[in-house]
């Protein structure tokens, strides 16, 4: 394929061919399932994912790729090319049946971070993603409390669903070669999010104002939103940073604010 990658998209193919059975294989993809594809690019996956499960959706902003992709594997299965942005489309449409999507992708880095929070939102539509990113990202995503990395990335998300780094990918496995190692990374929708759907943008609200400034204490970050006795009650130390906190005791701090806030407008 002739296409030279867009900066403006992002774009940087993966060429690597024992990097691509390898990420298959973490797939596992198996006929019949709803795999949906997120940035086929030139169809580095696209083809082993189309013959593994019979059928496949492929969303692709870039409009000069989608006749060669339709013309290269019209003859392995049922694809089906959709010309959008993955950061404004209703993956729900694709739905047939009850079975749920499997979503895979090279997500372009420019975009993770808004289109993991999108894909979030529709998480009870999902089954599971494993997605290329930037592997600072990743290990964002992963982190623990009390490590540097861990934040509101790895809060939102571990809220949300599972994450499981799978394996590293260096930069020579791409087209061009970005200049930064990338990882691929399985996330598992939780059947019962632990914060309510209906509760996510309050509770995304306070985790934002949390970690707003990271050397900051909690008393500093919160105020005006939980005061330093409410905080106290709840048998969690003011004075800790938000990066110490594990994701539990932010629910609680929430839990309490979204309370008395209810309580005094009723």
Same mark, same amino acid.
């Given at each position: 394929?002739?296409?030279?990658?867009?900066?403006?998209?992002?774009?940087?193919?993966?060429?690597?061919?024992?990097?691509?059975?390898?990420?298959?294989?973490?797939?596992?993809?198996?006929?019949?399932?709803?795999?949906?594809?997120?940035?086929?690019?030139?169809?580095?996956?696209?083809?082993?994912?189309?013959?593994?499960?019979?059928?496949?959706?492929?969303?692709?902003?870039?409009?000069?790729?989608?006749?060669?992709?339709?013309?290269?594997?019209?003859?392995?299965?049922?694809?089906?090319?959709?010309?959008?942005?993955? +950061?404004?489309?209703?993956?729900?449409? !694709?739905? %047939?049946?009850? &079975?749920?999507? =499997? #979503?895979?992708?090279?997500?372009?880095?420019?975009?993770?971070?808004?289109?993991?929070?999108?894909?979030?939102?529709?998480?009870?539509?999902?089954?599971?993603?494993?997605?290329?990113?930037?592997?600072?990202?990743?290990?964002?995503?992963?982190?623990?409390?009390?490590?540097?990395?861990?934040?509101?990335?790895?809060?939102?998300?571990?809220?949300?669903?599972?994450?499981?780094?799978?394996?590293?990918?260096?930069?020579?496995?791409?087209?061009?070669?970005?200049?930064?190692?990338?990882?691929?990374?399985?996330?598992?929708?939780?059947?019962?999010?632990?914060?309510?759907?209906?509760?996510?943008?309050?509770?995304?609200?306070?985790?934002?104002?949390?970690?707003?400034?990271?050397?900051?204490? +909690?008393?500093?970050?919160?105020?005006? !939103?939980? %005061?330093?006795? &409410?905080?106290? =009650? #709840?048998?969690?130390?003011?004075?800790?940073?938000?990066?110490?906190?594990?994701?539990?005791?932010?629910?609680?701090?929430?839990?309490?604010?979204?309370?008395?806030?209810?309580?005094?407008?009723?």
């Amino acid at each position: 394929m002739s296409h030279r990658p867009r900066k403006r998209f992002g774009q940087n193919f993966l060429h690597d061919q024992a990097v691509i059975e390898r990420i298959l294989t973490c797939i596992d993809p198996r006929p019949g399932e709803q795999l949906v594809e997120i940035g086929p690019g030139h169809g580095a996956l696209t083809g082993g994912l189309l013959q593994r499960a019979g059928q496949l959706d492929a969303i692709e902003l870039d409009r000069d790729l989608i006749e060669p992709l339709r013309d290269r594997f019209a003859a392995l299965g049922a694809l089906r090319l959709h010309n959008a942005d993955a +950061l404004a489309f209703d993956f729900s449409i !694709l739905l %047939d049946g009850n &079975q749920q999507l =499997r #979503l895979v992708g090279n997500l372009p880095y420019n975009i993770s971070t808004p289109l993991l929070f999108h894909l979030i939102d529709q998480a009870h539509v999902i089954e599971d993603m494993h997605f290329m990113l930037q592997k600072e990202v990743v290990e964002r995503m992963a982190a623990a409390p009390g490590c540097k990395a861990y934040g509101r990335l790895s809060v939102m998300l571990q809220v949300s669903c599972t994450v499981s780094p799978l394996f590293s990918i260096g930069p020579a496995c791409f087209e061009p070669p970005p200049k930064v190692d990338s990882a691929l990374v399985r996330l598992c929708p939780r059947p019962e999010p632990l914060v309510a759907q209906k509760e996510m943008a309050a509770f995304s609200a306070l985790v934002a104002q949390a970690f707003a400034q990271r050397r900051k204490t +909690l008393r500093n970050n919160l105020k005006g !939103l939980v %005061d330093t006795a &409410q905080i106290s =009650r #709840l048998g969690i130390d003011p004075g800790a940073r938000s990066e110490t906190l594990p994701i539990s005791d932010l629910i609680r701090l929430f839990r309490a604010t979204n309370g008395e806030h209810r309580a005094r407008s009723a």
